[in-house]
């Protein structure tokens, strides 16, 4: 079974400056996608950017971008000019070719001002 | 568009007691996610639904959960009955099982305290 391992349980950056947040996986699959999903206070989760593992690009959405290492099997988020609305957990997830989503533990980000 | 509805969004019940959620996801997502997140960990699959089967319900504990997707559509999963360590939030997903639209779309959730 694929595993995804966030090893940062807390995270904290000021605000307007850059923190980057760590993920691995492990799979043995070539053919997946991984994402980063926010979790606030309200318990929705929100997609906040997707890596399709065939895409050597590293994807980028703004202020967030990703780091896809892929024989590494690491996928780290970066997010520029900190802001005080990205305070969250993020959740970083793998899509199997099943269909499937694992996700990791998760990383709690304090934003401070 | 509206998003994957979740209700209630807090269930408090008394041990032994039955308890139902009840999820309706994005019109035209085959694909159907339960997910029970504990505190401070991330969302663990209990079944996923392709259209109205249930395709993996490996991680459901079957002496006291069920499931059901009638006509594919909504869902409702229930505990009965409940015990303690069930207290968690029980998060709905759907997903268009298209190649192009990757990721599932999350409800707010149920938070469930058993006491």
């Known amino acids: 079974a694929q595993t995804v391992t966030q090893s940062q349980p807390e995270m904290s950056v000021q605000e307007a400056e850059t923190v980057t947040l760590s993920c691995t996986y492990d799979t043995s699959e070539s053919d997946y996608y991984l994402f980063w999903y926010k979790q606030p206070p309200s318990r929705q989760m929100i997609l906040v950017i997707r890596?399709?593992?065939?895409?050597?690009q590293n994807a980028t959405e703004n202020r967030f971008s990703v780091n896809f290492q892929k024989a590494a099997k690491s996928f780290s988020l970066k997010i520029s000019d900190s802001q005080l609305g990205d305070a969250a957990m993020y959740f970083c997830?793998?899509?199997?070719?099943?269909?499937?989503?694992?996700f990791g533990t998760g990383t709690s980000l304090t934003v401070i001002p | 568009e509206a998003g994957v509805v979740q209700s209630p969004r807090y269930k408090i019940i008394e041990k032994k007691q039955p308890v139902a959620f009840w999820c309706n996801p994005i019109?035209?997502?085959?694909?159907l996610y339960w997910y029970r997140q504990n505190l401070g960990q991330g969302p663990e699959l209990l079944i996923r639904?392709?259209?109205?089967?249930?395709?993996?319900d490996s991680q459901l504990p079957k002496d006291r959960f069920s499931a059901e997707r009638l006509k594919g559509v909504d869902s409702t999963l229930k505990i009965q009955p409940a015990e303690l360590g069930d207290s968690a939030v029980y998060l709905c997903?759907?997903?268009?099982?298209?190649?192009?639209?990757?990721?599932?779309?999350f409800g707010q959730g149920t938070r469930l305290t058993v006491v």
């Open positions: 019109s035209g997502h085959n694909t």
């Open positions: 997903a759907s997903r268009k099982a298209d190649r192009r639209n990757t990721e599932a779309f």
């Open positions: 639904y392709e259209n109205e089967e249930a395709v993996d």
């Open positions: 890596q399709e593992a065939y895409k050597q």
């Open positions: 997830a793998y899509r199997s070719t099943g269909n499937q989503f694992y």
